[in-house]
């Protein structure tokens, strides 16, 4: 399974925007761009996802590099509810399905 | 829509003792997942099924840790006999097909071996 690396924490106010970033420098072709977030005491949720183009939801945005070795996921007016540990993940379309978490990145959201 | 079931939600057992969790997926998801979550690593894959047969069980402890689906609807996974190093919060997960769906999580069941 493709690497990625991510800060192990990162610290924001509340109603500002959050950049998340991720980098995976050695992503193959058919591999998606995975983001989930655990909450503290709750088992990990979907956020958003992409394979080459920049994705909106209601949860958050993903850019998406060029050469696509990075990504970022944008929170776009944090709250305290968005303080979770974030978790960029790449998923091989025509290979294994499980999700393989890293470590990812503690965001803390400061009232 | 409910999500996914688990229970019990907390556990303490003595090392060597055995333990079950049980999960209920939603309704009509045909894959299901087991993670082990260690306290400040990421969630690692245990078992997959799809339906009620075993895709992936290739990191389960086979000498002591077990699972299945019965019906392909609830799953439970065994421990036995524990260890201290199983302390963790087990999740279990689930999807309607395999092919890069989402997952759903449940709250977790808590182990502590001592």
């Known amino acids: 399974d493709a690497k990625t690396t991510q800060p192990n924490s990162m610290e924001s106010n509340e109603e500002e925007p959050v950049h998340l970033p991720c980098n995976h420098s050695t992503i193959s072709g058919t591999d998606y761009i995975h983001w989930y977030r655990q909450l503290p005491s709750q088992g990990p949720e979907y956020v958003i996802h992409?394979?080459?183009s920049n994705v909106n939801n209601r949860m958050a945005s993903l850019a998406i590099a060029e050469d696509r070795k990075s990504s970022t996921l944008i929170l776009h007016r944090a709250t305290l509810r968005d303080a979770a540990v974030y978790y960029c993940i790449l998923r091989d379309e025509g290979g294994a399905q499980k999700l393989v978490f890293g470590q990812g990145t503690r965001l803390t959201i400061n009232p | 829509e409910a999500g996914v079931a688990q229970s019990p939600r907390y556990k303490i057992i003595e090392k060597r003792q055995s333990v079950a969790f049980w999960c209920n997926p939603i309704?009509?998801?045909?894959?299901l997942y087991w993670y082990q979550q260690i306290l400040g690593q990421g969630p690692k894959l245990l078992i997959q099924?799809?339906?009620?047969?075993?895709?992936?069980d290739s990191q389960l402890p086979k000498d002591r840790f077990s699972a299945e689906r019965l019906k392909g609807v609830d799953s439970t996974l065994k421990i036995q006999p524990a260890k201290l190093e199983d302390s963790a919060v087990y999740l279990c997960?689930?999807?309607?097909?395999?092919?890069?769906?989402?997952?759903?999580f449940g709250p977790g069941t808590r182990l502590l071996v001592l």
């Open positions: 992409g394979l080459t």
């Open positions: 309704s009509g998801h045909a894959t």
């Open positions: 099924f799809q339906n009620n047969g075993v895709v992936d």
């Open positions: 997960a689930s999807s309607p097909r395999v092919v890069l769906e989402t997952q759903y």
